[in-house]
Each structure stands twice: as structure tokens, then as C-alpha cells.
């Protein structure tokens, strides 16, 4: 039972700093295609308030959500690996 709590325990250690690894990521990458955008059309006002107002609508984004799978996948894949190990 302490091996299952200390497998638990480092893997959600590990899949948090995958999450925000990966948040991270897609933030910039978005921030980065906005500043682009604005560039390439001259964009409306002042290039901060557009990347910014870009960068709320898309915390409310699907893709924003999508990220939380990090979270779901392994834990899916392992309740799997067990019951197929242990009962099939």
C-alpha cells in the first residue's frame, strides 16, 4: 500500500510540472502568433492590449482545457495496465 501512495505521489509530482511545462508552452506559442498577427495586418490600437485581450479569450479556450488531459490520460492508462494485468 506505501508503494502504490509513493507511486501516486511522484506521479502527480511528475504530470504537474509536465502541466504547467506544457501550459507554459502553449501560452507562448499563442502570445507569439498574436504578436505575428498584429504585425503582419497593423493591427487595430496598441500591440500589448491585442496580445493581451487575445490571451484572455483564449484561457477561456477549449485548447486551454484540453491541456488538463495530462491528468486524465495517465491515469486512465494505468487503471487499464491494472485491471487487464490482475483480472483479464
Do not use: H
Not at 485581450?53 to 482545457?65: F, V
Amino acid at each position: 500500500m506505501v508503494a502504490l501512495a509513493r507511486l501516486l505521489l511522484i506521479g502527480f509530482v511528475v504530470l504537474t510540472i509536465v502541466y504547467f511545462c506544457l501550459s507554459f508552452y502553449s501560452r507562448a506559442v499563442r502570445r507569439g502568433k498574436l504578436e505575428a498577427e498584429w504585425d503582419a495586418t497593423g493591427g487595430p490600437g496598441d500591440r500589448e492590449t491585442f496580445v493581451q485581450s487575445g490571451l484572455e479569450e483564449y484561457d477561456g479556450s477549449l485548447r486551454r482545457k484540453l491541456i488538463l488531459g495530462v491528468y486524465v490520460v495517465p491515469a486512465i492508462a494505468m487503471g487499464l495496465l491494472i485491471y487487464f494485468t490482475n483480472f483479464a
